[in-house]
């Protein structure tokens, strides 16, 4: 069993900053983790991921160049800088963790994870 809580969510002005946190308790943190986002009336979108070592990211065409995904595996914590925010932005961001060792082929879709945290809220405003 994994427990993911997130944190660092609010309201932002648009080309404004935030950083959102997971907190992953439960078992070893060797395992790919990724955010998500959904805004209301859309489907969950993939945002960002980064393997169990922390070598690798993966970021959604959306996002590139102003997010930045990073984890500590001391702290048992995954980071999303998030950078130059648009009101497009604005959802509910949720963090994902992959025990079930996928690909990274799966990292970019909902059906790749197993576990999901309650998500937390982003608005920007313009």
């Known amino acids: 069993q994994v427990q993911l809580v997130e944190s660092g969510g609010g309201l932002v002005q648009a080309g404004g900053s935030l950083r959102l946190s997971c907190a992953a308790s439960g078992r070893s943190f060797k395992y790919a983790m990724g955010w998500f986002r959904q805004a209301p009336g859309k489907e969950r979108e993939f945002v960002a991921a980064v393997s169990w070592s922390g070598g690798s990211t993966y970021y959604g065409d959306s996002v590139k160049g102003r997010f930045t995904i990073s984890r500590d595996s001391a702290k048992n914590t995954m980071y999303l800088q998030m950078n130059s925010l648009k009101p497009e932005d604005t959802a509910v961001y949720y963090c994902?963790?992959?025990?079930?060792?996928?690909?990274?082929?799966?990292?970019?879709?909902?059906?790749?994870?197993?576990?999901w945290g309650q998500g937390t809220q982003v608005t920007v405003s313009s």
């Open positions: 994902a963790a992959d025990t079930l060792l996928g690909s990274s082929g799966t990292y970019y879709y909902t059906v790749g994870y197993d576990y």
